[in-house]
């Protein structure tokens, strides 16, 4: 009994341990009247720290001020800002010195006539311009054809409805000339004349025919730059190189033979561009050299298109301007009006009696 009893006291009496005591002490604690003070100040602090008064709101400088920009340089605000400016109003149809060729002008009579292709040199009907005044420009009408154009087609059936060329055993060369003026008296006068070495290898080609080794010879003309071949003319003679007719637009072309053309029609140079010279390597028609000779079955194909083709334009439509330039070239070589129309180089003097 003492042992139990001593053992209840010695439990009674054994310390308490450190973790429960900490929690009775914290559960029977009454905060002191200065502890009070201290968690009343700290929480002031905290919500004057943390729980300040709205700034006032301070507007953004680059959305809402302008930054003043350098002298004579607009800030981009500014420029969207600013109103549009009104689109400049479109010349007038009627100014001095402004032709509008894609609208009709009722200043200007047949100004539908501009419109059509523009070729070497000059549009084909057209008048020259005549000055800066509308009212100064002439009727684009082309003038009436001068008299010896209607003599050549009294003379000649150019562009014939159907195909009437000897094409057996025949040949073809392309010729090229360096002006328009020169396929204008070709035309006339119905010769031709080329560089010496032109001549020779057509010489050569006109032998050969009247000797049973070919048929009738083609010349298929063009001018440099212009964009088209121009004609076509049968070779009707040898070549004379004694003769200097002295017609042509520069005064080094010497020898002469006679031609007879066939068509006198404008056929751009898209339409035969496919077809290729195997003796020319394999280059385009269109990129041949004077007197260069066209394969027969590639010259065929030619003048197929060339005769089946619509023309709209032809040197005929210019032919009273090229009239006119060869009166001013025969005013400065003095040789008189009355002679332009025959062959000069034919012109002899009559023996006296």
């Known amino acids: 009994m003492h042992n139990q009893m001593g053992g209840f006291n010695s439990f009674q009496a054994q310390p308490m341990p450190y973790q429960e005591k900490q929690i009775m002490n914290n559960q029977n604690h009454l905060p002191q009247e200065n502890e009070l003070e201290q968690v009343t100040q700290s929480f002031n602090d905290l919500k004057t720290t943390e729980i300040d008064p709205p700034a006032p709101e301070v507007s953004s400088p680059i959305q809402h001020q302008e930054v003043p920009a350098p002298s004579g340089v607009k800030s981009w605000a500014a420029i969207a800002s600013a109103p549009a400016k009104p689109r400049p109003k479109p010349k007038s149809e009627s100014e001095p010195g ?146 200097c007719t002295g017609v042509w637009s520069q005064d080094k072309w010497k020898g002469k033979f006679d031609v007879k053309w066939i068509y006198v029609k404008d056929v751009p140079n898209n339409l035969l561009r496919h077809i290729k010279l195997e003796n020319n390597d394999n280059k385009p028609v269109t990129n041949s050299r004077d007197t260069q000779e066209v394969p027969k079955d590639k010259g065929l194909a030619l003048m197929k298109i060339v005769h089946d083709y619509k023309h709209s334009t032809s040197i005929f439509d210019d032919f009273g301007h090229y009239e006119k330039r060869q009166d001013e070239d025969n005013a400065r070589k003095g040789i008189s009006s009355d002679k332009q129309s025959k062959r000069p180089w034919e012109d002899k003097e009559k023996p006296r009696n």
């Open 98 to 243: 402004i032709i509008n060729y894609s609208m009709p002008n009722k200043n200007v009579p047949n100004a539908q006539a501009r419109q059509q292709q523009v070729r070497w040199g000059r549009g084909r009907g057209q008048a020259p311009y005549q000055g800066p005044d509308m009212n100064s420009i002439v009727d684009t009408k082309p003038p009436p054809p001068p008299a010896v154009l209607d003599e050549l087609r009294s003379k000649n059936q150019y562009n014939p409805r159907d195909m009437t060329m000897d094409l057996k055993n025949c040949r073809f060369f392309i010729i090229k000339s360096y002006s328009e003026d020169d396929i204008h008296r070709s035309i006339k006068y119905n010769i031709w004349t080329s560089t010496e070495h032109g001549n020779k290898r057509l010489n050569e080609a006109w032998n050969d025919s009247k000797q049973g080794k070919g048929g009738p010879i083609y010349l298929i003309y063009s001018v440099n730059g212009s964009g088209h071949f121009c004609g076509v003319a049968e070779m009707c003679g040898n070549v004379d190189t004694n003769i």
